[in-house]
């Protein structure tokens, strides 16, 4: 099975996100990110989505429930809240 959590969000600079970003590889791996891939609107650089897969929903759940997470988030730049979807293969 795999599972796929996909968090769709707009911030304020693609590229200082991006950087933040890659700076948590680590966090990812160490998290259960197995896989990741980044998507951009060609019209709007600021709206990004971002699809991560996990082993477990329950590993995604925690991913995505760290406080971590956020925080990381929050310092690349992310305005608003993102929107946060985890699914499964069936």
Not at 31 to 55: A, K, R, W
Not at 66 to 73: D, I, L, R, W
Request: hydrophobic residues 40%; aromatic residues 8%.
């Amino acid at each position: 099975m795999s599972v796929v959590l996909v968090t769709k969000a707009n911030v304020a600079s693609y590229d200082h996100w991006r950087n933040k970003y890659d700076e948590a590889a680590a966090f990812r791996r160490e998290n259960g990110v197995l896989h990741d891939e980044i998507y951009c609107s060609p019209e709007d650089m600021t709206s990004i989505l971002v699809m991560q897969t996990f082993d477990s929903v329950e590993t995604a759940q925690s991913f995505a429930s760290n406080p971590k997470f956020t925080e990381t988030m929050n310092a690349a730049g992310v305005i608003g809240t993102p929107r946060l979807t985890i699914t499964q293969s069936i």
